[in-house]
């Protein structure tokens, strides 16, 4: 008899304070809801090799990538599974666009071997698996992908600390754009890091993030869409000061504002990776996801802000 356990998760959005966040800054992320993905773990007969079926890979574990590898053998020696795996992933999820892809993945994994064992799964525990799969998987996470995925909550995050925030309950949509280009975090950050401790002024561009993060949060605190928006703005501003905007994001933002749109950002490492746009109404959304579909976004999600 076959035996089976099944897990899903969410992404993550970083709302604002990327790249300030790593001066020690607050950013402020919030979870994914329509970036789903979804994890089935079925035993097999002895003799197979264990496996995994996904669109990012497909074949047997022993060649499968190494947080992939690392994360399906620590359950397996933990928990001293015997018999062979298949371990199907869906996902629309891209990986390497700052949406938490990887800890989504290993969120829904650990909920799936569990279930897979009918071992009931506390938050706790799943926080402390999930944080050792991000380390193999990134080398030193900062912890907020894993903890706004595993509480499906906004979160304030600063200096290591994590603290839970109100669900969003603004009069307003978000587009989510994968612009298509895979953009490193790793050297945006220290690029940024470069220019701050060749030029002080960069700093003071920082710093005006960290203040706009602020402010973001009383935005959120008053239900305020109008005023998120111009936060927004002005925190694109900031990150274009710093480079990492990218002719990509800068298009986008333009086909958004000739749609409708009131705001936009890139979101996470930038350089290409993921962006946001905000619009009033559901049907400016869906006008704006056409008009960037029809220019080569990857992918789009609407988000709805309301809560």
């Keep these: 008899m076959v035996q089976r356990g099944y897990g899903e998760s969410n992404g993550k959005i970083i709302l604002i304070g990327e790249h300030a966040v790593t001066f020690g800054e607050p950013a402020i992320a919030i979870p994914f809801t329509s970036g789903k993905v979804k994890v089935l773990i079925e035993s097999l007969e002895k003799g197979n090799y264990s496996a995994i079926q996904s669109d990012v890979y497909d074949g047997p574990l022993y060649d499968a990538p190494e947080h992939l590898k690392s994360l399906i053998g620590h359950f397996v020696e933990n928990k001293k599974v015997e018999e062979p795996l298949l371990i199907k992933i869906q996902a ?21 071997s569990y279930d897979y064992l009918g ?16 380390r193999i998987a990134h080398g030193k996470p900062s912890g907020i992908d894993t903890k706004t995925i595993v509480t499906n909550q906004p979160v304030w995050y600063q200096k290591g600390e994590v603290e839970i925030l109100k669900t969003l309950d603004l009069d307003g949509y978000m ?65 274009r000061t710093l480079t ?41 959304a869906k006008n704006i996801v056409a008009a960037v579909e029809k220019a080569g976004a990857q992918h789009t999600w609407i988000e709805k802000l309301g809560g």
Excluded at 119 to 134: F, I, Q, S, V
Excluded at 183 to 191: I, L, P, R, Y
Excluded at 264 to 275: A, D, E, F
């Design 92 to 112: 629309n999820l891209p990986p390497s666009r700052g949406l938490g892809s990887s800890a989504a993945v290993a969120v829904a994994f650990i909920r799936a």
């Design 119 to 134: 071992l009931p799964l506390t938050d706790k525990e799943l926080l402390e698996n999930a944080d050792w799969a991000e």
């Design 175 to 239: 587009v989510v754009i994968d612009t298509g280009v895979k953009g490193s975090t790793k050297q945006a950050v220290e690029d940024v890091h470069q220019l701050c401790d060749n030029d002080k002024n960069y700093m003071q561009v920082v710093k005006h993030i960290g203040s706009l993060v602020y402010s973001a949060s009383e935005a959120i605190e008053h239900h305020s869409f109008d005023q998120l928006a111009t936060i927004f703005n002005q925190c694109q501003d900031d990150l």
């Design 244 to 284: 990492v905007s990218h002719d990509k994001i800068e298009m986008f933002l333009r086909l958004g504002e000739e749609n409708g749109s009131v705001a936009g950002k890139l979101t996470g490492g930038g350089r290409g990776g993921s962006m946001l746009i905000l619009a009033k109404e559901l049907q400016t």
